[in-house]
């Protein structure tokens, strides 16, 4: 009988798991943001039928809340692939560094998203795709 016990740590990726988690509120609060204290004939954000006020927003605010949309739907690949990654015994530094440029990556996607880039957006995010490709393969013997 195996008597050691194997002793689990929140590693950097897993910190950065959080974070990415965290990215979609961020978004959401980003587009909400100005709109608090106004009232809603004045266009100030309305907690009653939220997604309805959200879909009549326009120009950064919109590309905002898409912003959030797009990062909920990146999320399950990433926290997948650094969960297998883990699994597979990737080397601790190279999956540390990979979680963080995706995380880094994933905000300047948000910025050039609010800010109306699409060109660099889209290579942004086909970068942190690739990236998180890496991250799932990274522990691949």
């Known amino acids: ?9 929140f590693t ?25 204290g106004k009232s809603r004939k ?4 309305d907690n009653r039928d939220p997604r309805a006020w959200m879909a009549r ?27 297998i990654a883990h699994l597979l015994g ?12 995706y995380v880094m990556l994933r905000i300047f996607y948000i910025m050039m998203y609010v800010s109306d880039m699409p060109t660099v957006r889209s290579v942004v995010w086909a970068a942190a795709f690739l990236v998180n490709l890496g991250i799932l393969f990274v522990g691949y013997r």
């Open 12 to 36: 950097v990726a897993y910190w950065c798991v959080l974070i990415a988690a965290l990215l979609p509120m961020g978004c959401a609060w980003l587009a909400k943001s100005g709109s608090f």
């Open 90 to 101: 990737a080397g601790q530094t190279l999956l540390d560094m990979l979680a963080l440029l």
């Open 57 to 83: 927003q326009t120009d950064w605010r919109a590309r905002a809340n898409a912003a959030q949309a797009n990062s909920f739907e990146g999320l399950p690949f990433f926290i997948g692939a650094v969960i």
């Open 42 to 45: 004045d266009g100030g954000f």
């Open 1 to 9: 009988m195996n008597t050691t016990m194997h002793v689990a740590r």
